[in-house]
């Protein structure tokens, strides 16, 4: 099963904080997820012995994708979402508090917005679920890379097992070896 990656504030296990992110997961994220066929992590839900920020980096490098929930000023969300960002792999955004201006670098990305306090969440699953099929449906996961695609050419790969980011100049020449079986088994799908 193909996973999705949470990145939110977590806090103490008795925080408002938790509280919030945990309402969050459970009645939005894991019902969408598992409609679109995606496995949901957190990282205080890895269960798994070593260091949680290796744990954290290696899950958002070969995660199929990640949802960010951006609605206060964590640094640690927004430092986790720009090395996603930066791998340029899918991501979607949540914004589930009071309408206040987004950060500049991410006001021109579609964000869902909503109300965290409202008190029943699952009517945006139907929402959640449209943003995820439309960012997977930008990225093709095949022989372990994610493409990205533009003008009927692959624009840049990124090898799931490491993050490794190649763009369209870099592309190893396996993928340039195949890139028309690739192009077409798209077509296909």
């Not at 504030?9 to 894991?30: F, V």
């Not at 990640?66 to 927004?78: A, G, K, Q």
């Not at 021109?108 to 009517?123: A, G, I, K, M, T």
Request: net charge negative; proline share 5%.
């Amino acid at each position: 099963m193909c996973k999705c990656f949470v990145v939110c504030p977590i806090g103490s296990s008795d925080s408002p904080e938790r509280e919030k992110s945990d309402r969050i997961l459970n009645s939005l994220i894991i019902p969408a997820c598992k409609e679109v066929g995606l496995s949901v992590e957190r990282s205080d839900l890895i269960l798994e012995s070593g260091r949680i920020t290796d744990q954290i980096y290696q899950r958002l490098r070969t995660s199929e994708m990640v949802i960010s929930l951006v609605d206060n000023e964590n640094r640690n969300v927004f430092f986790e979402t720009g090395y996603r960002f930066a791998l340029q792999l899918p991501m979607v955004f949540l914004y589930g508090s009071e309408p206040v201006q987004l950060p500049f670098d991410l006001a021109d990305y579609r964000v869902l917005s909503f109300d965290s306090e409202q008190p029943d969440l699952s009517e945006l699953v139907p929402m959640l679920v449209e943003h995820l099929k439309s960012e997977l449906d930008k990225y093709d996961w095949e022989n372990g890379y994610s493409y990205t695609f533009a003008n009927g050419k692959i624009q840049t790969a990124t090898f799931r097992k490491t993050g490794v980011f190649y763009t369209r100049y870099q592309l190893p020449k396996v993928i340039k070896d195949h890139e028309r079986e690739i192009l077409d088994s798209r077509r296909r799908k």
